[in-house]
């Protein structure tokens, strides 16, 4: 228990003083850093697999919402036209009309909500793929710098100097994965 506790203090002592180059037994002559940092979030943000993502997912996105906007337009407009021409309808026939529109806005409401799902989706699926290549390069990078852990910028307290190894995961990442394709089904005809 004691060795426990004098290893943690000892690793706790050089990753606060900044000494990343004491080696596994605690001796400065390795190279081998105890810890490296990687800042997922700005991976995540600035890789060109991620930015080529979000750009396909806004451009379907804004697409469909155009075409709701025109669709919804044109079910408005039917119900100018049918309050316009109430006098001269009959009150089924009119009841009727009221309802088949209504039908019609609450489907669309409910396809519009679907389909935001359905790119939420997406966005989560490009996510996960291009995080799942970005564990495999920083298990590449931990392998070749035998470096025995690698945080995430976000999990680290305070203010320390450990070797940041994210430049080089998104230049690897951008090697290995320029670009994502894609894909968000249609939504089905109503």
Known sequence: MIMRSFAFWTLLICVSAGMVGCSRSGASG?????????????VLRNAQA????AVQIDRMRNDYEASMIGRRNDLEKQ??????ARAEMDAD????????????LDALGKEAEAREQAFDSA?????LKIGTTIIGIVDE??????IPAV????????NMSLP???PEVVRRLDQKMPALAISVPAAAPK
């Open 30 to 42: 390795d190279s081998a850093a105890l810890l490296s940092v990687v800042d997922t979030q700005f």
């Open 50 to 53: 991620a930015k080529a993502a």
């Open 79 to 84: 119900a100018r036209e049918l309050a316009a």
């Open 93 to 104: 026939a009119y009841s009727q009309r009221v309802r088949t529109i209504t039908n019609q």
């Open 123 to 127: 966005s989560s699926d490009a996510s």
């Open 141 to 146: 990078i931990r392998a070749e710098r035998q």
């Open 151 to 158: 945080l995430d910028r976000s999990s680290v307290v305070g």
């Open 164 to 166: 940041d190894i994210t």
